[in-house]
């Protein structure tokens, strides 16, 4: 029989979720390290082999049950998928390889879609 281990999302996420903690005192949510710390725990995520459909369930759920004072139920929902964004851009973003250094298109505008 095949087992099927479920891999745990919220030691990923940990930072953030302390992090929420401390900002809902100063209702600072727009704080640059609240995406920082959404899109490095999607990047370990990916790593573990989390699909990202767990990853978007888990952070909503998480968000909407969090014990955020300062939030109300309209924000609540906005600031949840303003971090499943971030996240979500992190998960995808550790996947891809950096491409730095190479050129624009603008570089090259004989052929402004790299086409020959």
Request: no cysteine; net charge negative; aromatic share 6%.
């Amino acid at each position: 029989m095949l087992q099927v281990t479920e891999i745990d999302p919220a030691p990923h996420f940990a930072s953030l979720f302390e992090l929420l903690e401390t900002v809902d005192e100063t209702r600072d949510y727009l704080d640059p390290a609240v995406g920082t710390l959404a899109s490095s725990g999607a990047a370990a995520a990916r790593a573990s082999g989390l699909a990202p459909e767990a990853m978007v369930a888990f952070l909503r759920s998480r968000v909407h049950h969090a014990r955020l004072a300062a939030v109300g139920d309209w924000y609540r929902g906005v600031l949840a998928e303003q971090i499943v964004a971030q996240a979500i851009t992190g998960y995808f973003d550790a996947g891809v390889p950096r491409l730095a250094g190479l050129p624009a298109d603008g570089d090259h505008p004989e052929h402004p879609l790299g086409g020959g």
